[in-house]
């Protein structure tokens, strides 16, 4: 049984394709990444997977179960994504802002107990920034803030994590070591992982499978090893891509 | 995590306070023991009535009407993630004023006026929600718009009644325009809608917590975003609505009650639904107080007092810098 998956999925935005009859099964423990130009999709692909958006054709089953039968709560507690844009118009601080990760598991009238905020400081330890919670989101840097919206979607803690370029504004170290987290974090415990990428190295590195998005509907999905050539590459970014050995790694660098 | 219960504790004694301001302060002093006297043991004496006829039903309204207000400006901020918007910022106001001045014009007094503000509000947030939710969608912006323009609309309305009404009814026009709790008669049907939007308030203030991050940050955490807006303005509207049968137009309470509490303790609206109703109440109880004792025995319109005050102490908690964590 598949975690998610989807059957005969058409998304098209403002007149433009994004994905056509999208038959893919993303299973426990897969690392998927999903490549492509600017603006050809992969937010909207990305949002329709959690039911963000509800204008497509087609079927999207979380454990055989049709999204759309669910209860927004179910989903939530099922599939979490880190968003590329929050607003903060109100004074709010890092570890209120990252406690509302648990809000899908809290009853109306429930206030968080000692679990859920030991959930919310474990995630900004794994984010580095247990220094900073009491400090405003507004007084964050532009890298700190995606480190908060990260940290939320650990204290969330779903079955399926869907980040959409999780490394956009992060320093290099940042990068690394959170990538490493969430991809560790989902092999050991079984968790699907699905992220948006714009670093072919880093997808390379880090992802099982890749979902490629070429422009006009088409797709390239499957495993890593079976798709990643610089033939795909080049059709996907619309840009001659070089292949370089270093040892046992191939690097694929843009011309 | 701030702890609410000492904080909320405080704010029950300050509301107690204005309360006993409100009843002590007048023409007529009275004493603290005189009030005790005539709540415990009452008898039949003018401190009786003073207190019971005159300050209480007064002081009822007041209290009730500010906790509506902040209420009401602490839901449209979330709803329209805008710290700028307050429970006017829709119109619903301003179309109760149309529909209570243009009765007033007309020489009606009284019930009429407040029945004909209801009326007037409610025509408003029927124009206003139709109008934008017409394509489906309910971003805070298009809403924001439509109900500004809305109130600008009234807003002419209003000045032509004003401009084409005699001189007679145009004082009390004026005032009603201004905020004035004067000669009405309390009804116990707001503090039910007080106290029912407060409690239906909080049983949905996590859900606020997180509508206020964007709607697409609220549905991935589980809120059904559409629904929560719909309601939220609703209820916004009728608290609005009933606060100005009381009232008229008073400004500044359901702006400044929310953000100066966001400024003391934060964003949890767990914590600020019960907190602005009482610190609104209890200044708009203050300010009506001073209103009608200040330049006695002329009384001022109460919305002129609560711009008089909050501004100015608006303004210090803004630049204070003020640190939180010395509350905990």
Redesign the interface.
């Known amino acids: 049984m598949s975690l998610l998956s989807t059957h005969n999925l058409d998304i098209s935005i403002s007149g433009k394709l994004v994905c056509q009859s999208l038959d893919t099964n993303f299973n426990s423990g897969e690392i998927w990444g999903v490549l492509g130009c600017n603006g050809v999709g992969k937010t909207t692909l990305l949002?329709t997977l959690?039911?963000?958006r509800d204008r497509y054709s087609g079927d999207i089953f979380i454990k055989e179960k049709n999204i759309i039968q669910m209860k927004?709560?179910?989903?939530?507690?099922t599939i979490?994504?880190q968003?590329q844009?929050?607003?903060?118009?109100?004074?709010?601080?890092v570890?209120?802002?990252v406690i509302?990760?648990r809000?899908?598991y809290?009853s109306?009238?429930q206030?968080e107990d000692e679990n859920d905020?030991k959930k919310a400081t474990d995630s900004l330890n794994t984010v580095d920034l247990s220094n900073l919670s009491?400090r405003f989101i507004s007084q964050l840097s532009g890298g700190e803030r995606q480190r908060v919206s990260l940290a939320t979607l650990i204290t969330?803690d779903p079955e399926i994590f869907i980040l959409d370029e999780p490394n956009s504004h992060l320093d290099l170290s940042h990068q690394i070591n959170l990538l490493n987290h969430f991809t560790n974090y989902s092999k050991q415990n079984n968790r699907l992982l699905i992220m948006s990428l714009h670093d072919i190295n880093l997808a390379s590195r880090f992802c099982t499978h890749l979902l490629m998005l070429t422009g006009e509907g088409h797709f390239i999905s499957g495993q890593l090893n079976d798709i990643l050539n610089v033939d795909n590459l080049t059709e996907t970014f619309k840009h001659p891509i070089i292949e370089v050995k270093n040892k046992d790694n191939k690097l694929f660098i843009p011309l | 995590?701030l702890k609410p219960a000492p904080f909320i504790s405080a704010l029950l004694i300050f509301s107690g306070l204005s309360f006993l301001i409100a009843f002590s302060v007048g023409s007529y002093q009275l004493s603290v023991s005189q009030i005790w006297d005539s709540i415990f043991y009452p008898t039949d004496n003018i401190v009786r009535t003073i207190i019971w006829d005159l300050r209480a039903p007064r002081a009822y309204i007041a209290f009730v009407t500010g906790g509506l207000l902040s209420l009401a400006g602490l839901i449209m901020?979330v709803l329209l993630?805008?710290?700028l918007a307050d429970p006017y910022i829709l119109g619903v106001s301003s179309g109760a004023s149309v529909a209570a001045l243009s009765a007033m014009a007309l020489g009606f007094s009284g019930a009429w006026i407040s029945s004909s503000a209801f009326f007037g509000a409610f025509i408003s947030i029927l124009l206003v929600f139709g109008l934008s939710h017409r394509q489906g969608s309910w971003n805070p912006s298009r809403l924001l718009l439509t109900g500004v323009v809305i109130a600008a609309g009234w807003g002419a309305m209003i000045n032509f009644i004003l401009s084409i009404s005699p001189d007679k009814p145009l004082r009390g026009m004026l005032f009603w325009l201004m905020g004035d709790i004067n000669n009405i008669t309390p009804d116990p049907v707001s503090f039910v809608v007080l106290i029912i939007g407060t409690i239906i308030t909080l049983?949905?203030a996590?859900?606020l917590?997180?509508l206020?991050?964007?709607d697409?940050?609220a549905?991935?955490?589980?809120?059904?975003v559409k629904p929560l807006r719909i309601s939220l303005f609703i209820l916004a509207s009728c608290l609005t609505a009933f606060a100005v049968i009381q009232a008229g137009s008073v400004g500044f309470i359901g702006l400044i009650v929310p953000h100066m509490l966001?400024?003391l303790i934060?964003?949890?609206h767990?914590i600020l639904i019960p907190t602005s109703v009482l610190l609104g109440g209890s200044l708009l109880l203050i300010s009506d107080t001073i209103a009608r004792t200040i330049i006695a025995p002329q009384q001022l319109p109460v919305g002129v007092i609560t711009a008089f005050i909050g501004v100015p102490f608006f303004l210090y908690l803004l630049n204070k810098n003020f640190d939180r964590?010395a509350l905990k």
Do not use: Y
Not at chain 1, 72 to 77: C, G, S, V, Y
Not at chain 1, 85 to 92: G, I, L, R
């Open positions: 949002h959690c039911n963000l927004r709560k179910e989903i939530a507690q979490g994504i968003l844009h929050t607003e903060d118009p109100f004074p709010t601080t570890l209120e802002t509302t990760g809000h899908p809290i109306n009238w206030w905020l009491d969330q | 995590m901020q993630r805008n710290p049983s949905i996590r859900h917590n997180i206020s991050r964007g697409l940050q549905t991935a955490l589980g809120v059904s966001r400024l934060g964003s949890d767990r964590n």
